[in-house]
């Protein structure tokens, strides 16, 4: 039988430390051009707001086409939406705050589509059990055009930069008071440049 007077926090504190030893891991080539692409090319803007390419593989987007799909999925969705009125509702104004905020914009009509494009489908998910937002727009750019490949079969992956999840949630619990914070439509507040922005259509 053993004891101790040194307190749990303090034991755990110091396994966390002793598991949180440096390690060096070496990026995949991938992982470095994606990593090579931002560097050189995000820039940011008077309003603050940061301007990036989209990471493309190498070799030039393998994309067939997307529209007939997107259409598709369109049409399945509203009839999803007729079923319930008030869905319909929340995903009209969805939309309406895309527009209105600047993170999507009508395309212009003298555009076609003979030039590269990918059309992303879209679709509502329910989450009841939200305090803030019951309904959100998701979505699908692993959506497979008629080439049998995707928009995000033609993004690299960059290195993954964040600490595993256990170990955040374990170093949460060490503290008595801990703070939390949410960046509202953080992803949203990032501006794709204009070459790219084709590759990011959608039907509605």
């Known amino acids: ?76 969705l509203e009839k999803r939406l007729e079923k319930s009125p008030e869905l319909r509702n929340e995903y009209n104004e969805a939309m309406r705050e895309y527009l ?35 309904m959100r727009i998701v979505f699908d750019a692993s959506a497979k055009t008629s080439s049998g490949r995707s928009l995000n079969d033609n993004l690299l992956c960059g290195p993954k930069l964040q600490q595993d999840l256990p170990i955040i949630v374990l170093r949460f619990h060490l503290h008595a008071i801990v703070f939390t914070s949410d960046v509202k439509q953080m992803f949203r507040q990032i501006v794709v440049t204009e070459p790219h922005r084709p590759y990011q259509r959608l039907l509605y």
């Open 100 to 134: 209105r905020t600047g993170h999507m914009r009508k395309v212009d009509p003298t555009l076609t589509d003979s030039q590269a494009s990918y059309y992303i489908p879209h679709q509502a998910v329910i989450r009841p059990e939200s305090s803030t937002t019951k």
């Open 1 to 76: 039988m053993c004891a101790t007077t040194e307190s749990v926090d303090r034991t755990l504190q110091r396994c966390l430390d002793i598991e949180d030893v440096p390690t060096v891991v070496k990026s995949s080539p991938d992982e470095e051009e994606c990593e090579r692409i931002y560097t050189t090319t995000t820039s940011r803007q008077p309003c603050g707001r940061y301007k990036i390419h989209l990471p493309f593989k190498p070799n030039p987007p393998v994309l067939g086409d997307s529209r007939d799909q997107a259409a598709q999925r369109l049409f399945q």
